[in-house]
């Protein structure tokens, strides 16, 4: 069995023991996967408030265009720099985060694998421009980039990553792969054909040999841009091995031991589906799955009152059902209210206000439980898919997360691994 699971009865899934994953000085990278808008951003961040308490030295990398983690950490700004987050850790454990700046992480790239003038020639190409500023897949290649940095470094004996909020949780394996496919193909290798071949031969080659191919290109993408690119390319050459390389190097450390995945979902079908088709993904590629992070599951301290018998208890007290008639036991309830020789004025209409106010909590709480049995169905499927899954539930908070004290509270709901109230 794995570490950072507990075996629970044969009708739940095992529960993800988070605590012990985080103290496994074994675990050495924790990345976060799942859709957007699912808590990725979150988790990391309070997995990494709760290593830190536990004596980990943690660095945390979040790609989050929302910039919640610095605020939550009290830091006015995080760069492309990991910084010491203040007041967290415990027993020699430290916190730092850091936030992915994708073109600052594809220059440092360049500079550290061309020359001063190459090197300043293609920072200042307007293609490269382009392409390290926002061409699709380029966030999820330098969010694995910046993470083979923070590994080779050694600074940090646990590194948390919150993977870029795409649109596919898929995306951040898979975009590598497009980018370094894009660099090594075809298209590619016929712009860098003349660079390659050389002075006034290069430049008959490009004059006679691509002559029609040049034209079209031009007509579709300008002069000046097809001029950009050639010249970007001329310049890449030889850093373009070294993009697959490096890619195909994180990849492996992606799926060494020491590596963990905790795919984060909420309890709604999509975002299941989602984690499904992760879970299915990561066996696929041998990558470790540590488990299941469920946000935001709803839970009730009244479980024992069901959604049919609190409506039909609603119901009775708004429609004038059987505790409102004046013979029988129920005039009891009338009597008791107000007393013979009492003479309360306004009893009745005030009996009617708690009446109303009482029916009203009856039918939140039935929502509320529908709700629960919702999201219980959509976990069942979840689970009876792939039962081998550990899970930690995490309950639904009443609002967002904006500082250390809320983060340590979700450190704790996820070590605790179900939902308050369940």
Known sequence: MSEGVDTVGLDTPPRLAVDRLLDDPETR?????????????????ALGVRAAGRGRKAVVLTIDPARRLAQSMGIDSLDNTPRRVAGVGADGGELHAMMLDMKRTFDEIVEAHADGERARAILANPFYQSLSAGFAGTQEYMAMEKLG???????????????????????????????????????IRVLMAPAKVGGRAG???????????????????????????????????????GFRTRADATFRLLQAPGTAFL??????????????????RLAAESMPMAGLVLNRVHGSGADQLSAERALAAAENLEEGG????????AGLRDTAANPPGTGSPGTEGDTAVVDRITAGLLRLHAERM?????????????????????????????????????????????????????
Not at 221 to 235: E, H, I, N, P, R
Not at 269 to 275: G, I, K, Q, S, V
Request: aromatic residues 6%; proline residues 5%; glycine residues 10%.
């Open 370 to 422: 529908q709700v629960i049995a919702r999201e219980q169905r959509t976990r069942d499927r979840f689970t009876s898919l792939h039962p081998e899954v550990a899970v930690a539930e995490v309950a639904a908070l009443p609002g967002d997360v904006h500082d250390l004290a809320g983060l340590r509270a979700i450190g704790e709901r996820l070590a605790a691994g179900v939902p308050a109230g369940a």
């Open 322 to 329: 059987i505790v409102d008639q004046e013979s029988g036991k």
């Open 203 to 241: 430049m008959k080659f490009l004059n006679v040999g691509m002559s029609m191919m040049t034209g079209t290109l031009s007509k579709l993408m300008g002069a000046s841009l097809l001029k950009d690119v050639q010249t970007f390319v001329a310049a890449m050459d030889t850093m373009f091995g």
């Open 149 to 187: 940095q923070l590994r080779a470094r050694d600074d940090w004996d646990l590194i948390i990553v919150d993977t870029p909020p795409s649109r596919s949780a898929l995306d951040f394996l898979d975009a590598p792969k497009r980018l370094g496919s894009f660099l090594d193909g075809k298209f």
């Open 263 to 280: 795919v984060v979902a909420a309890p709604e079908p999509d975002a299941l589906r989602e984690a499904a088709y992760f879970v299915e």
């Open 29 to 45: 990278i924790v990345v976060c996967c799942g859709a957007g808008g699912v808590g990725k951003t979150t988790t990391a961040a």
